[in-house]
């Protein structure tokens, strides 16, 4: 089926621990994007990228590291979780081809950080 | 920048009882778009409405609809004869012309009440 998958929904790993996220999408969308959901903060985008080796970072990228070698693929990587990175993590999509296009989101990967 | 607030953390409403949710937001740009997303408990982003500040005439979809007022930045969703199925969080966003990222207001929580 065509649309943005994360993987997992749901992980729980400790303080200090590299953590990858997954997101994949089928639209073969240039621009692609990760937020991070908190209570009282709305969405905050973390990094976006805007085709295949190019990435730049959002509002609050620190902790945070993610590479696109593919199209279809945009990972994002904890190096060394902390607390404070306990969230719902967002992936999404464009179509940079239509102007005014809404982002197309994938259901959220909770992390809980312990 | 691009700045959106959503004033109201909670909002009620009875069921089939009209509804307005407010939004306002700050841009530079020209030329932009503006969303509403809807998050029910299952925490998928489903896009509600779309606006494109070229456009004078409000945007509708079925009970939901909007008034766009340019002048006073100002973006407020309706919605009307509420369901129990709109009960969600809500959140208000914006996209310059030019910018490919999407700001988020930290969203308004919809209670429908029986």
Redesign the interface.
């Known amino acids: 089926d065509a649309g943005i998958t994360q993987s997992p929904r749901y992980k729980i790993t400790e303080t200090g621990r590299q953590v990858t996220l997954m997101c994949h999408q089928t639209w073969s969308h240039s621009y692609m994007f990760w937020y991070r959901q908190d209570l009282g903060h709305g969405l905050r985008l973390i990094y976006y990228s805007a085709a295949a080796d190019i990435t730049d970072k959002g509002e609050v990228p620190d902790g945070y590291v993610v590479s696109r070698s593919k199209t279809e693929n945009f990972p994002l990587t904890l190096e060394s979780a902390t607390r404070s990175q306990t969230s719902v993590y967002f992936c999404a999509s464009y179509d940079a081809q239509l102007l005014g296009s809404p982002l197309h989101f994938g259901n959220g990967t909770r992390l809980t950080v312990t | 920048a691009q700045t959106v607030t959503?004033s109201q953390p909670e909002m009620s409403v009875q069921e089939a009882e009209t509804v307005t949710l407010s939004c306002t937001y700050d841009t530079s740009e020209s030329d932009y778009?503006l969303?509403w997303y809807k998050q029910p408990p299952?925490?998928?982003?489903i896009?509600v409405i779309?606006q494109?500040a070229y456009k004078q005439q409000n945007a509708t979809e079925n009970r939901f609809s909007v008034n766009f007022q340019k002048a006073a930045k100002s973006f407020s969703l309706k919605i009307s004869d509420s369901q129990l199925g709109d009960a969600a969080m809500y959140?208000c966003s914006n996209?310059g012309?030019s910018n490919?990222?999407?700001?988020?207001?930290?969203?308004t929580l919809l209670t429908v009440n029986p």
């Open positions: 959503q778009y969303f299952s925490r998928q982003m896009l779309r494109e959140f996209k012309g490919y990222k999407l700001t988020f207001g930290k969203g």
